[in-house]
């Protein structure tokens, strides 16, 4: 074992020795901070906090709440552990840790089991930051369901709002029309701030589908009026600015659409809201597309790409910041519940690090002697992937892969019918396969996430029918396989391109060559390349440091 690994683990059993003789003396100072109080009181002390921004301090006492009941929760203290789970909920997600986020704003759901519960909220807030409109409308929809049946006012105003500013952003509002009835119909308490804003927004949405877009977007422009009192106003503003460019943009109004566009962004930029800049910048970039203007497409597209970044920098850093925070409250909650064992504990432990060094020790030998195969079979997949991106370069219409990356066919079943069913004779395919080759060529429209089969009929002048049997003729693939290429010998080109697109997340990469779902994405990628995306971007790395080492001039 070398000098370097012999010091690291030297430093985990170190460590793990301190871990044990530093536990029940941090027990008994964090209990003398927090020592049983009525629940009440504690939970007035964390809104106390939460008010004065001191996260940590309200984390501390939402989680001593909780603690209180390990076993049983009292009836009268039901909903005061709910509001602390939800409570604790926010404040993971405000500093980033969204899986500790959604667990307990699931726990606040079972606990209240009720379909107008506030975590149902939460959690549809959570996965719309996430990108995961669909289920975050299914949680929404929930919550106004049951808001409708048992006349919850409140919850029936905040599904409603977010229900309809989640239809603007995503453009499907063909069930506005009916959500607002029910909920004009349901609506009786007209002057809370949830309601006002609510109405506003029923009222456009009327106006809208009379095909009155004038009069939707001067019931939009009222909304700030009626915002005192919402607790969520600046969001408030930003999406009514960007619900004024949309019906702008149905009215045809191109200048106007691109103002209030400007106008949420500028608005977003100055609440220094991350979230909200990254959607108005996606957004712009759609609208720029919509208008046929090119530059101002690839200017926000590239913005978009830098500021998803800038985000998960700002989301790491926070995370470092409030690691000792988050650990810290997690293990105060559990050692409330097993003070009573700390006598037999240290020695335990430690005899438990002892033999887990041990069996970490052996498996590390194990892990390495594998990993030095799986390296070099890596690394034998990564150049013959390069092997086959040259040749498509080269111009060959033949889609070699390698003979280890293939787990399933990619030919369809379908290959071997007979050619005589092909109603395209031979001279027309091979004009169609010419005008499709030219599209495919193009990155910006095949790497399009709403770019489809029907969308490249459009484009070469045919229907999809033709464009699937000419498709399957020349390259023995489905469209959907033949797309999938094409978009990941465009990721493999980022990869390979460290200069330009070393400091970009996958994430970015995955949404800038069309996919939606980054699991899908790694499923192609893995099929195609026999790598994943983190080891392919590895090794390429890995090449081009080699590289610039052997050249004259580094």
Known sequence: MNPTRKRYFLTLMLLSLFTVCA??????????????????ELMDKAEEYLTKNITDSALMCYTAVIGQFPDKIPDEYRSTVITALNGIGLIHYLNGHNSEAYSNFAQSIDLDERADSPGYINIAGLLHYYGDEEKSIEYLKKGFDAAVNKGNQYYLCLSFINLVNSAFTTGDTSHLKDLTSRFRASLKDKDTPESRYALQL??????????????????????????????????????????????????NMADSAMHYMKKAEIFASSQRQSDMIIEITKELSSLCALNGDSAGWRKYRYRWLELQDSLFDIKGMREVHNLEMSYEAQRFGKKIEHLTIEK?????????????IVILTVMLIIVLRYNKKLVDKNHNLFQKNLDILALKKSGSDSHPLPDE?????????????????????????????????????????FCDQDFSMQKLAELVNSNTKYISQTINHKTGQKFTSYLSEKRIDVACQRFIDN?????????????????????????????????????????ALEKATEASRKSPLA
């Open 23 to 40: 536990w029940p003396t941090t027990i008994s100072k964090e209990l003398r901070i927090y020592p049983y109080q009525d629940p009440q």
């Open 405 to 445: 990356t293939i787990q399933e066919s990619t030919i369809p079943a379908d290959q071997e019918e007979d050619k005589n069913t092909y109603i395209l004779s031979e001279s027309d395919m091979d004009s169609l396969w010419n005008r499709i080759k030219t599209v495919m060529e193009d990155e910006s429209a």
């Open 202 to 251: 029923a009222y456009a949405i009327e106006s809208a589908e009379a095909g009155n877009y004038q009069m939707a977007v001067e019931h939009l422009k009222k909304v700030p009026s009626v915002l005192d009192g919402f607790f969520l106003r600046d969001r408030a503003i930003f999406d009514t600015n960007a619900n004024i460019a949309r019906m702008f943009q149905k009215a």
């Open 499 to 539: 200069e330009t697109y070393g400091h970009v997340t996958l994430e970015a990469i995955i949404a800038d060559v069309g996919y939606k779902s980054r699991s899908s994405f790694i499923k192609a990628f893995k099929r195609y390349t026999g790598l994943t995306p983190s080891e392919y971007r590895k090794i």
């Open 344 to 356: 037999n504990f240290r020695m335990k432990l430690i005899i438990l690090s002892v033999i887990g």
